[in-house]
């Protein structure tokens, strides 16, 4: 049964108008026709369900420009009330918001839909709205005809912040809204926090939050004081927007929510902070730039791309030697500059900000480079570290980039959003260490983009190592069955539990396992918050799969123990052997430094040594069909079998038990030339599970056929 559901979004226009006298339109935003054809509130909320954050809010502000907005939003609810300025002097004012927060769908199906306040604040710019102050949204509920108690939830997990829970919140809404009698079209408050215009938007030690106030408990008290605390990638049920007319009147004259916020005596009649308000909207002047990178080709030099972006006008690069103190900045125009003549032995720590006429951006994060040939070859940094997490001071790489260097590799940096606008190929690198300390699910620790890419780099031979703390309970855990797949299948892992031994914040250590590639690393610590860097909870405990073997076992645990992992072999559909080095907590968290350096020598000697004896050469094809011996054997959950063919085959790959009865189908199917794997999960071809034993498995081409055994132990 679906839902009648509805959205909420809010944002706001810098727009100053003159002061003009009284004309008609007041109240009548400009928001245009619903399509015949839009989707209900309902339909769109299940097609967004399973979106990242980017993507959701794509879809969001597309519904909302092409005017999927109920009938009964456009009709704005007048106010009259009495304010005074800075001086005390008393205005009439009269004001027009919407008498609901912003919704997707028709007046028959629609859902109040949570967002950014950057893709409000677009849909904002276009209707000629803005959003309220926190003096505003108390005299909204005030003058509320249905006043209606907060529902709320008890969190678990980051469910509040999932499509999910918006489409319950609303459903319990409407239950109320409906129970009290109310009307579309009446005034309603008490049912969400307000995204508000605030000073707290240009508050410099929070760059890029959202500022949230109000909803209102049946008493008039708010819920949700007045604060800034979310980054603006942040969205949960309980967020709102509400639109309100940016024309006003006052004192019988016409002028604009944002002209009055910003005059110097008169913004107190709109406005409870202290001092005018000359940032009225959330996009207020360039953003930071996000998608770029530095490389370098040759000794001494370094290259810094950057994606294109229409509202920037000019770039400055800013250099440091050491991460900490950088310089004023170098300015170049258009996506790409070059700089030469540097130390080739210095790594090079590089921030950017972006300039236009409304002003200069926030530094970006930080990346590094190591302008320097070396034998022993070169990396690609990943930063895909991007949620605003208490702790997270985006410039994590000095960690990596100093362990980097000082097993003499050169390297290269990228933000994940260079990988994914294309600006930087991991295929150009041998090695790719990807960062990902407490990236979860709300800003996605693998992008679906991000996933394609990371696969198809596997499946040529690529060389991976990638360390985060909210990685498998992102994917595994909480992710789709894309998400699980690719978990699976390129990151050789399932979940265990979201902390050692599944209990958080307790357990700090950890050693390496014996015939893995950490075994002469008998103590491994990592941050409690008091190192350095920032708290190490929730780090993730992991299952190995298919062929992985464990690398790392948490400290003190009996359970849930296994914190890295190791793989070499074929993945996905790949023909070309890779390899893969996993940690279930954020490598930069690691000290002391001496420790966190064998780690990463460690692991990149293990990802950029040759292939190993019982593995294809990288660029071979096989002389002759080859059935390996199934890794693990034993095995209890999963083992990989790998087999190779000198020309393209019809390939039958069956499991039998030892009295020759058929128990799965493995592979039936043409293949091409060259290495294939496949797993299987000790199940029969209608998905049971085998008792323990003795089987065979037998590969037959028409022309040859071989089999071996192997065990399975339940």
Known sequence: MSKAIAFIGLCITLVIIPVHHISAGYGDVDIPPRPPDAPSGSEFMASITDLGFADREDAIVQELLAGNIPGFMRNLVEIEETFNDA????????????PDYLAIGSDSNYCRVPMGPITAQHAADAFGTTMPTRKLVDNIYQHAAIKLEPKTYVPVGNQNEQVEKFIEHNSDI???????????????????KDVVLSNKITDPSRPNHVVIYGWHWLNGTPIQPLTNIHINTYVDYSHGIRFLDSDIIIDGDSTTVQAILQDDTLYKILSDESGPMPVTSYIFNTNKPASFGVTSEYDGQIKCVVAPDANVDSYALHLSQDGEDFGDGIPFTGGEYVLEGLPSDSVMYVKLTSENSSGTSPFSEMLAVLPKSTDRGRILVVNGFDRGSDGNTYDFI???????????????????EAVTDGLVSLTDYPVVDYILGEESTADETFSGAEQILIAEYLEQGGRLFV???EIAWDLDYRGSTSDKTFFKTYLKARYSADAPGAVSGQHYAATGVSGGIFEDITAITFDNGTHGTYNVEWADALIPQGGAVEAIHYQNVTAHKVGGIQYEGLLGDGDTPGKLVYLGFPFETIYPDSTRNIIMENTLQFLSSAASASEPSVNTVPEEIVLAQNFPNPFNAETVVQYSLPVDADVLLIIYDTTGRHIKTL?????????HSVTWDATNDVGQ???SGVYLYRISTGTYSQTRRLVVLQ
């Open 398 to 416: 000095r960690q990596h980039a100093a362990a980097v260097a000082q097993g003499n590799f050169a390297f290269a940096s990228a933000t994940n």
């Open 467 to 469: 360390s985060g703390s």
């Open 689 to 691: 599970r085998v008792s």
């Open 174 to 192: 409407q239950a109320q809204f409906n129970a009290a009698g109310g009307a579309l079209g009446q005034l309603v408050g008490g049912i969400k």
């Open 87 to 98: 001086d005390g002097n008393s205005h009439q004012v009269t004001y027009w918001v919407m």
């Open 667 to 675: 592979v039936n199917s043409r293949k091409n030339t060259g290495y």
